[in-house]
């Protein structure tokens, strides 16, 4: 195929291609990625969205060739600053020498191979690695290829836990409300069932225990109630599965550490299974390596994906206790029953131990103290906007949240007017920039969400 124009390619990919949660052919159009290096997104020439065209300009402007041309302007491609590390995966940048190198060298000795009855240097290296940096006691790691399979792996893996154990009953899950664990069965399951993403398919989806989403801060009586609900359905609960601290794509809200001690407890008090699902809050996103780490608590089985290749490709992991695996172990079944195609990938593991050690070789919380300082500045003047409800930030997470559904299309023009790249939803305007992002950047992300913010 020749090269195509941006106004080709935006042409073909309406009629062609199916973008995450939208309507096909596409309604919206989006921005044409020519190349992306450090934190900034380089677009194609002709590549805009609607209200677009201002120059961005002060400190933290986008620099570098064409960074001038505003969305739209024939005159060049647009550089923008990535405020989303691309859905929260990118936390080294774009582009990174060490990173790069890692592929290259994997892709000299083979791209990929069959994890069944064969295994190789990078899988093994990253399950090691794995294990060191997680919470102690999590010995045994399932390697996946996306958080959502993660999640059905952990599912999975509970599951056939009490089967093994001769507890065919124990088959549901507890949460709470405002969750998000993923797209694919058993994970839309523990989503929110109320407006959520994954209403359409209530009374289809296997019906599991909901407590009400967690306070901010700890409140005895919520506690109660999760110790009360897993005491009453103990005898089916095969786990209960939580985002940690953080919850994420239902709706970025932060709760006290302490739950999940009372989790901890209550579960080890009754015989269900923990599940932590740390695919977005893992690898320093909150201020500590896992959010597990804040509470001092160990689950049974852990989730891991999104920052663990950095951005570069696909994986994700389950990690659990060595109760778990042996429990599996003694069934009439003694295999887990789960084996993609692409698991243990040997350049996605490559990738993923080179990012690992790229991040545990420098002081990557200070950069995220040090983020999350910049973001407590820069979006404190969102809190006085009308229509804003709540502006919080945690580590490398900021969030202003409205009291109506950010318009959206709206919101991401004013962003792209600062020379910012943001994905509102809801009526959250947030941003997760990647660890290298430098002060005079991170304090446009925060100019362009409070722009986001006023006039979304």
């Not at 620099?63 to 505003?70: D, E, H, L, R, V």
């Not at 990938?345 to 002081?363: F, H, T, Y």
């Not at 023009?413 to 509102?424: D, K, M, N, T, Y």
């Amino acid at each position: 195929m020749p090269e195509l124009t941006a106004a080709e390619l935006l042409e073909l990919d309406r009629r062609h291609v199916w973008h995450p949660y939208g309507p096909m052919p596409g309604r919206q159009e989006p921005l044409v990625v020519e190349s992306a290096s450090g934190v900034r997104l380089r677009l194609a020439d002709g590549s805009g969205v609607p209200g677009g065209g201002k120059e961005p300009s002060g400190p933290g402007a986008p620099s570098g060739p064409g960074a001038a041309a505003g969305p739209g302007d024939p005159a060049g491609p647009r550089e923008l600053i990535d405020g989303m590390s691309s859905w929260w995966s990118a936390i080294h940048g774009y582009n990174h020498p060490v990173l790069n190198e890692a592929a290259r060298e994997q892709l000299g000795r083979m791209s990929h191979v069959m994890f069944g009855g064969l295994t190789h240097e990078p899988a093994v290296r990253l399950a090691k690695l794995l294990v060191d940096m997680s919470p102690e006691g999590l010995e045994h790691v399932f390697l996946a290829d996306s958080g959502s399979v993660s999640v059905e792996v952990a599912v999975k893996m509970c599951l056939q836990y009490w089967r093994s154990l001769g507890r065919p009953g124990k088959q549901r899950l507890l949460t709470w409300r405002g969750g998000y664990h993923g797209d694919t069965w058993q994970p839309m399951s523990v989503c929110d069932p109320e407006g959520g993403m994954h209403d359409l398919w209530t009374g289809v989806l296997h019906r599991q225990v909901f407590a009400d989403p967690p306070p901010a801060e700890y409140d005895e009586a919520y506690a109660e109630q999760l110790r009360s609900l897993i005491e009453r359905h103990a005898d089916e609960l095969a786990a209960v599965i939580v985002e940690p601290v953080v919850q994420g794509a239902g709706g970025m809200r932060f709760h006290s550490p302490a739950y999940l001690r009372v989790l901890r407890e209550a579960c080890d008090a009754h015989d269900v299974l923990l599940v932590f699902d740390e695919i977005a809050t893992g690898f320093g996103r909150t201020g500590a390596l896992f959010a597990a780490e804040h509470a001092a608590v160990t689950p049974d089985v852990m989730c891991v994906g999104k920052a663990l290749t950095g951005g570069y490709l696909t994986m994700a992991a389950t990690l659990c206790t060595a109760r778990v695996a042996d429990g599996i172990s003694r069934g009439e079944v003694p295999v887990l029953a789960h084996g993609p195609t692409f698991m243990g990938n040997p350049l996605a593991a490559a990738v993923a131990c080179a990012s690992i050690e790229l991040l545990l070789g420098q002081d990557w919380l200070a950069e995220v103290k040090r983020i999350e300082s910049g973001l407590r500045d820069g979006l404190s003047a969102a809190s006085d906007l009308p229509g804003v409800k709540d502006v919080r930030v945690l580590g490398a997470i900021g969030v202003v949240q409205l009291d109506h559904a950010v318009d959206m299309e709206a919101a991401t023009a004013a962003a792209v007017r600062e020379g910012v790249w943001l994905r509102p939803f809801r009526d959250l305007i947030y941003t997760m920039p990647p660890y290298v992002t430098g002060d005079a950047d991170l304090a446009r992300i925060a100019r362009a969400v409070c722009a986001a913010a006023r006039e979304g």
